[in-house]
């Protein structure tokens, strides 16, 4: 079981995103459970963590960070085979200081870190579809344009989460209140 910290959007901006993944979902390989997922950004994905240590840490980076403005302008996906269509954000330095702090903190407890989000590697994103098939890219791209308002789209991040998977469950979830 993995475990991993997670930013999320106010409710609105939620919405679009699930209406954009639901408009996609039939162009990927796996089959996604809808029910619990939120969306998100991905902060750090480990192995292994004390989770009640996760769930101190995070209190506290809530604590700290205030609500963070987030503008996303771009529609992309990784380049892999099976691909993952996300939207990115513009550079924002809130952004990555949340990502340090989680870093900082958590980093030298958990167990197996994922290295595709620790510093100078990590890219910031929400995912709208996983698995796409590079043969399907097109097609769930189109899907998500037509799903999704023009871009840019504005969102504040408003949560920080610590989320166990498989199966998905939320351990704890804190506004931010910095």
């Known amino acids: 079981m993995s475990v991993s910290v997670e930013l999320y959007p106010y409710a609105a901006f939620s919405a679009l995103v699930i209406r954009a993944r639901s408009a996609a979902i039939g162009f990927s390989s796996l089959e996604q459970p809808q029910a619990d997922w939120r969306p998100h950004l991905t902060l750090l994905i480990a192995d292994e963590m004390d989770r009640q240590r996760g769930v101190d840490v995070e209190r506290a980076i809530a604590a700290e ?13 990784f380049g892999s085979d099976p691909d993952h269509v996300f939207l990115a954000p513009n550079p924002n330095p809130e952004l990555d200081r949340a990502h340090w702090l989680v870093h900082d903190r958590l980093g030298p407890e958990a167990k197996e870190l994922w290295p595709n989000y620790v510093a100078n590697r990590w890219i910031p994103h929400v995912m709208i579809v996983e698995h796409v098939p590079t043969s399907q890219l097109e097609a769930a791209l189109a899907a998500v344009r037509e799903s999704l308002p023009p871009l840019p789209l504005a969102a504040t991040i408003e949560e920080i989460g610590l989320v166990d998977y498989p199966p998905l469950e939320r351990v704890a979830v804190f506004p931010l209140q910095g």
Do not use: M, W
């Not at 960070?65 to 996906?77: E, M, W």
């Open 65 to 77: 960070i205030a609500a963070i403005p987030v503008t996303f302008s771009r529609l992309a996906a």
